[in-house]
Nanobody, 125 residues
Framework: QVQLVESGGGLVQAGGSLRLSCAAS????????MGWFRQAPGQEREWVAA????????YYADSVKGRFTISRDNAKNTAYLQMNSLKPEDTAVYFC??????????????????WGQGTQVTVSA
């Protein structure tokens, strides 16, 4: 089992920045691929970014490419999502995810094994 706890969400103006953190406990964090998903009201959950267990491979949704950066610190059992140049359409609940397979970090995450509880990000115009 892996327990994931997100933090760092909040209210920010358009063009601003936030950094989300995902603290993991339980089984070996460094053996898992990590990802971030988000869900806006009335919409399906969507994949945002993913990172391999080593941190050597990262992927981004087109909607956030060039603005968001995913990273991880295996010594601290923590994954991060740095969000810059935020837009009102980035408003959503952001979820941290962990899975043995990087390929599961896609679409709506239906195959992901572990989820955090989510953190709200609100971007005002």
């Amino acid at each position: 089992q892996v327990q994931l706890v997100e933090s760092g969400g909040g209210l920010v103006q358009a063009g601003g920045s936030l950094r989300l953190s995902c603290a993991a406990s339980g089984r070996t964090f460094s053996s898992y691929a990590m990802g971030w998903f988000r869900q806006a009201p009335g919409q399906e959950r969507e994949w945002v970014a993913a990172i391999s267990w080593s941190g050597g491979t990262t992927y981004y949704a087109d909607s956030v490419k060039g603005r968001f950066t995913i990273s991880r610190d295996n010594a601290k059992n923590t994954a991060y999502l740095q969000m810059n140049s935020l837009k009102p359409e980035d408003t959503a609940v952001y979820f941290c995810a962990a899975d043995n397979l990087l390929m599961h970090m896609s679409r709506n995450g239906k195959y992901v094994d572990y989820w955090g509880q989510g953190t709200q990000v609100t971007v005002s115009a």
